[in-house]
């Protein structure tokens, strides 16, 4: 879940579906959420500011939890 606030007092609060994986190892979990996530949102062109709008949190949201849903089925930090 997230939620945030941007430049006025307003609120939004967002859930995301998980993903049913069998979990070998928790490990770097919140880093793939954390890297799917920035990845994503980062990916558009031009400002950052200007592409913060509902569908890009939630496109953002769940390419984070897809990729922390691919980290804990391999064991480790760095399964390589």
């Avoid at 490990?27 to 980062?42: I, N, V, Y």
């Amino acid at each position: 879940a997230v939620v945030y606030s941007l430049r006025t007092h307003a609120q939004r609060f967002y859930t995301g579906h998980s993903r049913d994986v069998v979990a070998v190892d928790t490990t770097g979990a919140g880093d793939a959420f954390t890297a799917g996530f920035l990845a994503e949102w980062t990916s558009s062109p031009g400002p950052v500011a200007f592409h913060m709008t509902d569908a890009a949190l939630i496109g953002a949201l769940e390419a984070g939890t897809d990729l922390a849903a691919q980290a804990v089925t391999r064991t480790g930090g760095n399964p390589g």
